[in-house]
């Protein structure tokens, strides 16, 4: 089992970055990759970018790739999203999520593969 608490959302004006963090607690967080998806109102959950567990190995999806940077580190048991460039389109709740343990070292862009999930925090970018 692992606890996953995001944070850091709040509401920006485009173009202004915005760091969101996740902390880790319960089993060693270095056995997860990780992941951030979001879900924006009337939409379905998207994913947003993936981590392997040594931080080695990224993935992102194509409408944030060159914004946005995922990382983490295994020592403080957190991952980061920093979001640069933030666009309206960005608006969305966001989600950190860790992997199956099964998963090993992927790095996965589908859903089905995470089995944690932190609640979300809010990024509002105003036009």
């Known amino acids: 089992q692992v606890q996953l608490v995001e944070s850091g959302g709040g509401l920006v004006q485009t173009g202004a970055p915005l760091r969101l963090s996740c902390a880790a607690s319960?089993?060693?967080?270095?056995?997860?990759?990780m992941g951030w998806f979001r879900q924006a109102p009337g939409k379905e959950r998207e994913f947003v970018a993936a981590?392997?567990?040594?931080?080695?190995?990224?993935y992102y999806a194509d409408s944030v790739k060159g914004r946005f940077t995922i990382s983490r580190d295994n020592a403080k048991n957190t991952e980061t999203l920093q979001m640069n460039s933030l666009k309206p389109e960005d608006t969305a709740v966001y989600y950190c999520?860790?992997?199956?343990?099964?998963?090993?070292?992927?790095?996965?862009?589908?859903?089905?593969?995470?089995?944690?999930w932190g609640q979300g925090t809010q990024v509002t970018v105003s036009s």
């Open positions: 319960g089993r060693s967080f270095s056995s997860y990759a």
């Open positions: 999520a860790a992997a199956f343990p099964s998963c090993g070292a992927c790095v996965t862009s589908t859903p089905e593969w995470y089995a944690y």
């Open positions: 981590i392997s567990r040594s931080g080695t190995n990224t």
